[in-house]
C-alpha cells in the first residue's frame, strides 16, 4: 500500500545539548552504514559513515555507534545547533550489493 | 549537491499523461539511482544503473521505465501517471570504493499527479 502520511518520530532538543538518534537496522549481512541528514527542501546530505568491522567513529561534532550484536545504529550530534534542525535517517549496505535500504527518519528540532 | 541535478523540480501533472522526469551528474560516478520519497518512509529504490549498459529493476519499479543515456545523465519516466506516483523523486550517485560506497544526492524533484 501506498502512504498514508505517517509521521516521523520526533526528537525536541534544546540549543547547546547534546541529540541521540537511534536506528535499528534489519540485514545481518549489511556491513556498510550511513548517517544522512535531510532539510526541508533539500535532497539527501552524507554525515559519516562507518563499516561493520568498527563499533565507533567520530568526525567533527557526530559520532556514530554500531551495535552489531542488536543490530542497532546510533548517531551523536555534540552540542546541538539551530542548523541541525532536520530530518536523520540511516541506510544499510553491503559491497556486495552496490545499494541501500533507508529508515524513514527522525524529525530533530532543535529549540532556543 | 550542485554535482547532481535534476529537472524539473516542480512538476504536476494529470492521470494518464507521460511524464520524465531527468538526473545529470558532474562527479564522474558510473552508477546511478532513482529513488522516491513519500511522507514517513524511508528512500524506496525504483530503478538503478551501475554503468551506462547496465539497467536494473529496484524495489518499486511498476509503472516506471529508465533511461541511461549517457554516464552523466540518468532519466526516469512515469508511462501513465497516476495519484499515487505523488511523491518526491531522488536521484543519487556512487562510486565503489574499499572504504565504502556514499550515495550523494540531487536536490529531488517534487511531483504532484492529479
Known amino acids: 500500500g501506498e502512504s498514508v502520511g505517517l509521521h516521523l518520530p520526533t526528537l525536541s532538543v534544546q540549543e547547546g545539548d547534546n541529540s541521540i538518534i537511534n536506528c535499528a537496522y534489519s540485514?545481518?549481512?549489511?556491513?556498510?552504514f550511513i548517517w544522512y541528514k535531510q532539510e526541508s527542501g533539500k535532497g539527501p546530505q552524507f554525515i559519516i559513515d562507518?563499516?561493520?568491522?568498527?563499533d565507533k567513529r567520530q568526525g567533527q561534532r557526530v559520532t556514530v555507534l554500531l551495535n552489531k550484536t542488536v543490530k542497532h545504529l546510533s548517531l551523536q550530534i555534540a552540542a546541538t545547533q539551530p542548523g541541525d534542525s532536520a530530518v536523520y535517517f540511516c541506510?544499510?549496505?553491503?559491497?556486495?550489493?552496490?545499494?541501500?535500504?533507508f529508515g524513514a527518519g527522525t524529525q530533530v528540532v532543535v529549540t532556543p | 549537491d550542485a554535482d547532481v541535478t535534476q529537472t524539473p523540480r516542480n512538476r504536476i501533472t494529470k492521470t494518464g499523461k507521460r511524464i520524465m522526469l531527468e538526473c545529470s551528474q558532474t562527479?564522474?560516478?558510473?552508477?546511478m539511482y532513482w529513488y522516491r520519497q513519500d511522507p514517513g518512509l524511508g528512500l524506496r529504490l525504483i530503478y538503478y544503473?551501475?554503468?551506462?549498459?547496465?539497467?536494473n529493476k529496484g524495489e518499486i519499479s511498476d509503472g516506471y521505465s529508465v533511461s541511461r543515456q549517457a554516464q552523466a545523465k540518468f532519466s526516469l519516466s512515469l508511462e501513465s501517471a497516476i495519484p499515487n506516483q505523488t511523491a518526491l523523486y531522488f536521484c543519487?550517485?556512487?562510486?565503489?570504493?574499499?572504504?565504502?560506497?556514499?550515495?550523494?544526492f540531487g536536490p529531488g524533484t517534487r511531483l504532484l499527479v492529479l
Open positions: 543519487a550517485t556512487s562510486e565503489p570504493g574499499g572504504g565504502g560506497e556514499t550515495q550523494y
Open positions: 562507518i563499516r561493520s568491522n568498527m
Open positions: 541506510a544499510e549496505g553491503a559491497d556486495s550489493w552496490g545499494k541501500f535500504q
Open positions: 540485514n545481518s549481512a549489511s556491513d556498510y
Open positions: 562527479k564522474g560516478h558510473d552508477r
Open positions: 544503473s551501475f554503468d551506462v549498459k547496465d539497467i
